[in-house]
């Protein structure tokens, strides 16, 4: 991963009450292996969602390319404090045929999930999780210290 964050859109989180405060919320996509903050994911309007019309219907599942979206919730407002929590889902987009597939309660669900401090990264590759690791003490050095051992570890 090169030493530059790569950003997409809008570069202000979301901040949303959480159990531990204010919480800002990251949306975070992967290019293959590689993370970019693109926070527009966090309201379906991500770079790579524009122009596709998505269903939940399971056939479109698998159809097209594969894309990985984390959702990365940390504790404050414009400067973060520190990372609570992180969770991945899928989105599968057929630009072909400007068709998409996405559970949207899924990703409303893991949003919170990631919000209340849970890791749960299961969509992504060892790669991808060291990558994204990286990309968040590059975005953010002070809030990568102050985080948990066990969510850093988590997240790498």
């Not at 979301?14 to 693109?38: C, K, N, R, Y």
């Not at 969602?49 to 984390?70: C, K, Q, S, W, Y």
């Not at 990286?134 to 066990?150: N, V």
Request: glycine share 10%.
């Amino acid at each position: 991963m090169s030493h530059e964050i790569r950003m997409f859109g809008q570069d202000v989180p979301s901040v949303v009450p959480g159990p531990s405060g204010l919480t800002s919320i990251l949306g975070v996509v992967f290019l293959g292996d590689e993370p970019a903050i693109d926070n527009g994911a966090l309201h379906a309007r991500s770079h790579l969602e524009t122009g596709i019309a998505f269903g939940e219907d399971p056939a479109l599942a698998g159809r097209g390319e594969r894309f990985v979206n984390v959702w990365v919730a940390a504790l404050g407002r414009s400067a973060l404090e520190r990372f609570l929590g992180a969770t991945s889902v899928e989105v599968w987009i057929d630009r072909e045929a400007g068709r998409g597939w996405k559970k949207l309660a899924d990703h409303v669900n893991r949003m919170s999930a990631a919000v209340r401090g849970k890791v749960d990264l299961q969509h992504l590759s060892a790669v991808q999780r060291k990558n994204l690791a990286k990309l968040l003490s590059q975005l953010a050095p002070a809030a990568w210290e102050k985080t948990g051992e066990d969510t850093r570890r988590a997240l790498a």
